[in-house]
């Protein structure tokens, strides 16, 4: 029996890459998911995997700045499986990439709309029915720049610090309704994202990719940067009874790139 075996679970932000990874991670450990993104190939792609699986997937159109959008998926999952155990709240935006000083904040603020106002309004959709159940398990993907920013994330630093103390509110008030809510925080994510922007660095640098590339994995104490694959097992984790005691959490999933707490 998996680990999430009768669990369903919703995630957002579904698509290549994290979202897809997670997804497939919980149906992996049992779970029938609910899976929400705005493009429907995105959604389509996934839920075949899904499906390949042997769990059930169901398809919504989820734009997590759109509150009607936002009660629609959770519906849905209600409607297919009488019960939604698990949220993932994936979805997410860059930011702008520019300085401070010639920040536009109407930029910074489609930033929070997405990964602060977004998160919340879904979080706040699912939480009746958590509730109801009198158990819950809430996943916020975070980031490292919640805690080690860099010139020119600005907006999105912001945005993911006030999720960061979000949760720690949320577990004190939704602990009660026997509601864990947790944050993941990666760090660099191998991709085709990161390795174009170590490009950027290199050339910015004057250096080699293959020397930044370098140079970043060996910032980290495991001297390598982790895939997304990777990093979807600390959300099984948080989906599962095995951290059945822990809410309130930022896990810092880096390979040890920076420590977290004291």
């Known amino acids: 029996m998996g680990l999430l075996e009768g ?13 897809r990874d997670i997804a497939l991670q919980l149906a992996e450990h ?16 996934v839920a075949d995997e899904v499906t390949a699986l042997g769990r059930t997937a169901v398809r919504t159109q989820l734009d997590i700045t759109d509150a009607d959008a936002c009660a629609a998926a959770v519906a849905a999952g209600v409607d297919a499986f009488g019960h939604i ?9 860059d930011g702008d990439f520019k300085l401070f000083e ?73 602990g009660q309704y026997g509601i864990r809510v947790n944050g993941v925080h990666p760090g660099y994510i191998w991709s085709d994202k990161v390795e174009w922007y170590i490009k950027y660095l290199a050339d910015k640098e004057a250096i080699t990719y293959e020397e930044k590339k370098a140079h970043l994995e060996g910032e980290t104490c495991l001297g390598y940067l982790p895939h997304s694959s990777e990093i979807a097992g600390s959300v099984v984790f948080f989906a599962s009874d095995l951290s059945k005691p822990v809410t309130g ?5 880096n390979a040890g790139h920076w420590f977290q707490g004291f």
Not at 7 to 19: E, F, N, Q
Not at 30 to 45: C, I, K, P, S, Y
């Open 85 to 93: 155990d698990i949220l993932v709240n994936n979805a997410f935006h």
């Open 102 to 174: 010639k920040a536009d904040f109407d930029s910074w603020r489609t930033t929070m709309d997405v990964n602060f106002w977004g998160t919340l309004q879904l979080t706040q959709a699912v939480v009746p029915v958590m509730k109801q159940q009198h158990d819950g398990r809430i996943v916020m993907i975070n980031s490292m720049s919640a805690v080690r920013t860099e010139p020119r994330y600005g907006a999105y630093a912001a945005s993911k610090s006030a999720l960061a103390t979000a949760v720690k509110t949320l577990a004190r008030e939704l």
């Open 249 to 253: 959490q930022a896990l810092g999933v």
């Open 7 to 19: 669990k369903v679970a919703l995630v957002s932000g579904v698509g290549p890459g994290m979202g």
């Open 30 to 45: 049992g779970a029938d998911v609910v899976l929400g993104a705005r493009t429907a190939a995105n959604v389509d792609a």
